[in-house]
């Protein structure tokens, strides 16, 4: 056995939910010296252009662990032209991260916790998702991934431990219509004695806020912006989805695992399959199309977006004028945040583009962009307490 640890933290839904598994570590109160965490990995087309979770062949400089795992550790880093934040928040916190190989099935994921198990010694295994759309039924009009919540919540069925998934702001990733935030409401938290209810403090929030400057996770952006006291409407995503701020937002629930595999027929229907092609092909038997499918045609946009630019030559103040009229424009629709994903859309930035955006934007307008939110009007701004990021999560020894 290498180290004995009590729980693994399982980030369901890649980068952000790795993030926000330490955020969720901390609010629980859970010992960092005691706990394990695990996480797909599995970046915006922006970032990783090639569809899907990657593996462990996709990595240099990973950590072989036992016969099924690999450990992902600050000099980690994907082979080509892609980019994956999790090394850094191993860096930027003091945790090392398994990655969770999503690309072989669910039976995959079971086999590697399995073996961790048998490593590390926990018996509690909570699986993270922000935005929680985890707990869909499989049928909501708006549910755009699946597959990704699909597979973690399937892989972690039958395990010999106790099992509960964990989310916080519900129904902040856009996913779930107010309509299936209700149902949710009724079917899994009334009246119901199993679930545990903790919020995100600002304190805590403070102290992971300083990862948005790099990390471009939208939901667990937004759940850490609500802990930090925004309020209001929030446009987001590629397609301009509208949710709001709200007490919910920094709201943690957990549930029995069994509550939440009952729910989701996707989950259930995935069984014993051996690869996320496999789990593929069960989406579109449900009239559902994955993630995949998605990052497909965001990659061919992508392409033709490039190929179109005359030069690598963006005006700052060009793209700061264009953001302003649009940040004016949607504020009168009672707009109070961009994400930065929407703002990369807004104005049909490539990767590096957006990063020297971000910079400028820093710079001359750091009142209003507070990675990971920018505020549309003018003196509306919320201040982020300044603590200083100590890496007092930091998992020494996983």
Same mark, same amino acid.
């Given at each position: 056995?290498?180290?004995?640890?009590?729980?693994?933290?399982?980030?369901?839904?890649?980068?952000?939910?790795?993030?926000?598994?330490?955020?969720?570590?901390?609010?629980?109160?859970?010992?960092?010296?005691?706990?394990?965490?695990?996480?797909?990995?599995?970046?915006?087309?922006?970032?990783?252009?090639?569809?899907?979770?990657?593996?462990?062949?996709?990595?240099?400089?990973?950590?072989?662990?036992?016969?099924?795992?690999?450990?992902?550790?600050?000099?980690?880093?994907?082979?080509?032209?892609?980019?994956?934040?999790?090394?850094?928040?191993?860096?930027?916190?003091?945790?090392?991260?398994?990655?969770?190989?999503?690309?072989?099935?669910?039976?995959?994921?079971?086999?590697?916790?399995?073996?961790?198990?048998?490593?590390?010694?926990?018996?509690?295994?909570?699986?993270?998702?922000?935005?929680?759309?985890?707990?869909?039924?499989?049928?909501?009009?708006?549910?755009?991934?699946?597959?990704?919540?699909?597979?973690?919540?399937?892989?972690?069925?039958? &395990?010999?431990?106790?099992?509960?998934?964990?989310?916080?702001?519900?129904?902040?990733?856009?996913?779930?219509?107010?309509?299936?935030?209700?149902?949710?409401?009724?079917? &899994?938290?009334?009246?119901?004695?199993?679930?545990?209810?903790?919020?995100?403090?600002?304190?805590?929030?403070?102290?992971?806020?300083?990862?948005?400057?790099?990390?471009?996770?939208?939901?667990?952006?937004?759940?850490?912006?609500?802990?930090?006291?925004?309020?209001?409407?929030?446009?987001?995503?590629?397609?301009?989805?509208?949710?709001?701020?709200?007490?919910?937002?920094?709201?943690?629930?957990?549930?029995?695992?069994?509550?939440?595999?009952?729910?989701?027929?996707?989950?259930?229907?995935?069984?014993?399959?051996?690869?996320?092609?496999?789990?593929?092909?069960?989406?579109?038997?449900?009239?559902?199309?994955?993630? &995949?499918?998605?990052?497909?045609?965001?990659?061919?946009?992508?392409?033709?977006?490039?190929?179109?630019?005359?030069?690598?030559?963006?005006?700052?103040?060009?793209?700061?004028?264009?953001?302003?009229?649009?940040?004016?424009?949607?504020?009168?629709?009672?707009?109070?945040?961009?994400?930065?994903?929407?703002?990369?859309?807004?104005?049909?930035?490539?990767?590096?583009?957006?990063?020297?955006?971000?910079?400028? &934007?820093?710079?001359?307008?750091?009142?209003?962009?507070?990675?990971?939110?920018?505020?549309?009007?003018?003196?509306?701004?919320?201040?982020?307490?300044?603590?200083?990021?100590?890496?007092?999560?930091?998992?020494?020894?996983?």
């Amino acid at each position: 056995m290498d180290h004995v640890k009590d729980t693994l933290i399982f980030a369901g839904g890649g980068g952000g939910d790795a993030l926000a598994a330490l955020m969720i570590a901390d609010t629980l109160g859970l010992d960092p010296k005691r706990t394990a965490f695990a996480t797909l990995v599995w970046e915006r087309t922006l970032f990783d252009p090639e569809p899907g979770p990657r593996a462990p062949e996709d990595f240099e400089a990973i950590e072989a662990v036992g016969e099924h795992n690999h450990r992902i550790t600050p000099s980690s880093r994907l082979r080509g032209d892609r980019t994956t934040f999790v090394p850094r928040l191993a860096e930027s916190f003091g945790v090392a991260y398994y990655l969770m190989d999503v690309t072989r099935g669910p039976e995959r994921v079971r086999t590697q916790i399995t073996e961790l198990q048998r490593r590390l010694g926990f018996e509690k295994v909570l699986v993270v998702d922000v935005g929680g759309d985890i707990l869909a039924r499989g049928h909501e009009e708006m549910l755009r991934s699946p597959l990704a919540d699909g597979l973690a919540l399937a892989g972690t069925h039958d &395990l010999d431990a106790d099992v509960r998934v964990v989310v916080s702001g519900i129904g902040l990733d856009g996913e779930l219509s107010p309509e299936d935030v209700e149902d949710v409401h009724r079917d &899994l938290i009334a009246d119901n004695d199993t679930v545990e209810t903790d919020v995100i403090t600002p304190d805590t929030a403070a102290r992971f806020a300083s990862a948005f400057r790099w990390l471009p996770s939208e939901v667990s952006g937004l759940t850490t912006a609500a802990a930090l006291g925004h309020r209001g409407i929030a446009e987001i995503r590629s397609s301009g989805l509208r949710v709001e701020l709200s007490d919910e937002s920094r709201t943690v629930r957990s549930f029995t695992h069994e509550d939440v595999y009952r729910r989701n027929e996707i989950a259930e229907a995935f069984g014993g399959a051996t690869s996320i092609q496999a789990c593929e092909t069960v989406l579109n038997d449900f009239g559902r199309t994955s993630e &995949l499918e998605f990052e497909r045609r965001s990659r061919e946009r992508l392409q033709e977006s490039a190929s179109a630019r005359s030069d690598g030559n963006l005006p700052m103040e060009d793209l700061e004028r264009e953001l302003l009229a649009y940040s004016s424009s949607v504020n009168d629709e009672d707009v109070q945040y961009l994400s930065i994903r929407r703002i990369a859309k807004v104005l049909d930035l490539q990767r590096h583009e957006l990063e020297a955006f971000k910079t400028y &934007l820093a710079h001359q307008h750091g009142d209003r962009f507070q990675p990971p939110i920018w505020t549309c009007s003018a003196g509306a701004a919320t201040a982020i307490p300044d603590i200083e990021v100590d890496a007092t999560y930091a998992a020494s020894g996983t």
